[in-house]
């Protein structure tokens, strides 16, 4: 399946300004030392271009348009991603820690779920159109379980810089040690060794 880029375009357009988080700035854009014009290219990010005609993503992606890529977003609040799942892929658990994340469904269908910090587990199957809010700083997911299509959609969070900590990879991707591990999952040393190397790539 092949999503039109006027669509993402029409849905960026739509989401802008949805929601608010980062601290207020006391000037009306804040211009990184060093940028010597700033005129209407300082406010226009054309990274998501490359979304035009692409060739379906064979693994799943993310496309970024935070402080980072775009620096006029600095001080204002809002950044995008736009998220793209083959058949069958998966965005693994992870948070945002400073910002809630608005999930729209461009096209196909994603299973998604977030825990509240009682430890409940709230999912939903979206379709295309869908919206699913998923609040700040909660463990979430998202995951296309057709095996036959594609699904795309774009994130708006209230943060320039929402930050992402994956699950997998802060807690089996570092150098927390092993021992401390296998207490924790109440399991042993070479289960999480196991668990290690597959994120690492060893295995
Ligand atoms: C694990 O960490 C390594 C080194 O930082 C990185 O190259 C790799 O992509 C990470 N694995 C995953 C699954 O993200």
């Not at 775009?70 to 609040?77: K, R």
């Given at each position: 399946m092949k999503i039109k880029f006027f669509t993402v375009a029409l849905v960026l357009a739509a989401l802008h300004g949805t929601m608010a988080g980062d601290p207020d700035i006391l000037s009306d854009f804040i211009v990184p030392s060093g940028t010597k014009t700033v005129d209407g290219n300082f406010f226009t990010?054309?990274?998501?271009?490359?979304?035009?005609?692409?060739?379906?993503?064979t693994t799943f992606k993310v496309l970024k348009a935070s402080m980072a890529e775009?620096?006029?977003?600095?001080?204002?609040?809002v950044s995008y991603a736009v998220l793209d799942f083959p058949p069958g892929s998966v965005n693994p658990p992870h948070t945002h820690p400073r910002a809630s994340e608005l999930l729209f469904v461009l096209g196909g269908s994603l299973q998604v779920g977030f825990v509240d910090t009682t430890n409940r587990l709230f999912t939903q199957t979206l379709q295309t159109g869908d919206l699913f809010v998923f609040p700040k700083g909660l463990v979430h997911f998202q995951y296309n379980?057709?095996?036959?299509n594609q699904a795309l959609a774009v994130s708006a969070f209230g943060s320039a810089n929402a930050g992402t900590v994956s699950v997998p990879n802060s807690v089996f991707n570092t150098s927390i040690d092993d021992g401390v591990l296998a207490m924790s999952f109440k399991t042993d040393v070479v289960t999480v060794r196991k668990i290690k190397d597959g994120l690492s790539g060893k295995i």
């Open positions: 990010f054309t990274g998501m271009r490359v979304l035009v005609d692409a060739p379906e993503a775009f620096p006029a977003l600095n001080g204002q609040s379980g057709d095996g036959k």
